[in-house]
T-cell receptor, first 115, second 116 residues
Framework: NAGVTQTPKFQVLKTGQSMTLQCAQD?????MSWYRQDPGMGLRLIHYSVGAGITDQGEVPNGYNVSRSTTEDFPLRLLSAAPSQTSVYFC??????????????FGPGTRLLVL | AQTVTQSQPEMSVQEAETVTLSCTYDTSESDYYLFWYKQPPSRQMILVIR??????QNATENRFSVNFQKAAKSFSLKISDSQLGDAAMYFCAYRSPRPGTYKYIFGTGTRLKVLA
């Protein structure tokens, strides 16, 4: 198993450009989520999905869109990049929230710089 | 709303010694999950240990153990026999068990330095 993969690893954007951060998992996990990590602020939840076709907003959803057409993939779209979106983005997945053995697996992160 | 606080931005420990990282949280729920995650320089987030609030026994994973004080809403991580590979950012996290809830709340992290 590759686990959770994210592409690209690093990206530079100009203000106003759009792009999609890719996230995929091969563990057949129902639950997937996107976080951003900023210095001194820990990880903050952007969007999450509890299954294919179902998504919901997290703590900081503005400026981001998500969709979940398959169990494996959960892309994050920046519609019009802003310097405030400069951050490190992590994708995570877990088997379910109903089990006591639930563990969240993280991808390696995508570092995004918006100029 | 739940909050997680890590009041130690940075800690240092001598190799082979023991260090304790602090975490406090605020919630009105009686049942929940608490986690410690490690983030080494590679930036990968790695689960270190997990505690269910309904369990009175403190979780232990090899050299890592927690001191869970539910009444005080405290969840500290003890690392015994510290190794150079333990150097990383450590994040405390909270999750509600309520059905349909899938929101983790993370603290701001503690950077652990291990001195040779």
């Amino acid at each position: 198993n590759a686990g959770v993969t994210q592409t690209p690893k690093f990206q530079v954007l100009k203000t106003g450009q759009s792009m999609t951060l890719q996230c995929a998992q091969d563990m057949n996990h129902e639950y997937m989520s996107w976080y951003r990590q900023d210095p001194g602020m820990g990880l903050r939840l952007i969007h999450y999905s509890v299954g294919a076709g179902i998504t919901d907003q997290g703590e900081v959803p503005n400026g981001y869109n998500v969709s979940r057409s398959t169990t494996e993939d959960f892309p994050l779209r920046l519609l019009s990049a802003a310097p405030s979106q400069t951050s490190v983005y992590f994708c995570a997945s877990s088997r379910g929230i109903w089990t006591t053995q639930e563990t969240q697996y993280f991808g390696p992160g995508t570092r995004l710089l918006v100029l | 709303a739940q909050t997680v606080t890590q009041s130690q931005p940075e800690m240092s420990v001598q190799e082979a010694e023991t260090v304790t990282l602090s975490c406090t949280y605020d919630t009105s729920e009686s049942d929940y999950y608490l986690f410690w995650y490690k983030q080494p320089p590679s930036r990968q987030m790695i689960l270190v240990i997990r505690q269910e609030a309904y369990k009175q026994q403190n979780a232990t994973e090899n050299r890592f153990s927690v001191n869970f004080q539910k009444a005080a809403k405290s969840f500290s991580l003890k690392i015994s026999d510290s190794q150079l590979g333990d150097a990383a950012m450590y994040f405390c996290a909270y999750r509600s068990p309520r059905p349909g809830t899938y929101k983790y709340i993370f603290g701001t992290g503690t950077r652990l330095k291990v001195l040779a």
